[in-house]
């Protein structure tokens, strides 16, 4: 996918990044595909920190790719920043293409050239297809994730 752009996303791309999120099963739960007061002030503070990029995939114009990139500090590993990634999503239509594996690259080599002692990410229990995808990116479901919904 030679002509692929990945890129810090932009307010005007807010409505097609949370189309993104709401077309998937889990976010057609959970997910809007309607920009709202919420979405414009989680878009602001992604926007305002350094630590948080949202990076969208963009080709031949067309948004078919994002994701959320998180720097965090912290005293564990030497004190060393790792990558938090979350909100991967490639657009319904070009699943199975290669996207995926092309943003997550690109988002671990970001990591890399950062400095970052690793990348990590969480996945919900039930998407066997993502795990299998981030395990043949050669991630290793190495710690149990656990959630508090308030």
């Known amino acids: 996918m030679t002509d692929m752009i990945f890129r810090e996303a932009v307010r005007a791309d807010l409505p097609a ?10 976010g057609k739960t959970r997910d809007f595909t309607e920009v709202d007061e919420a979405y414009e002030r989680a878009f602001a503070d992604i926007s305002a920190d350094p630590r948080n990029l949202l990076i969208v995939a963009e080709q031949g114009g067309d948004l078919v790719g994002c994701l959320q990139i998180t720097y965090i500090p912290g005293l564990g590993r030497h004190g060393a920043e790792r990558s938090l990634i979350e909100a991967v999503r490639v657009r ?31 996945t919900d229990k039930s998407r066997a297809d993502a795990h299998r995808f981030y395990l043949g990116l050669g991630f290793v479901a190495s710690h149990e994730g656990m959630k508090l919904p308030l």
């Open 17 to 26: 990044v949370i189309s993104l999120l709401a077309d998937d099963v889990l």
């Open 92 to 122: 319904s239509d070009r699943r199975g293409q290669g996207l995926g594996r092309e943003l997550m690259t690109w988002a671990i080599d970001q990591a890399r050239h950062r400095g970052c002692a690793l990348v990590q990410l969480t």
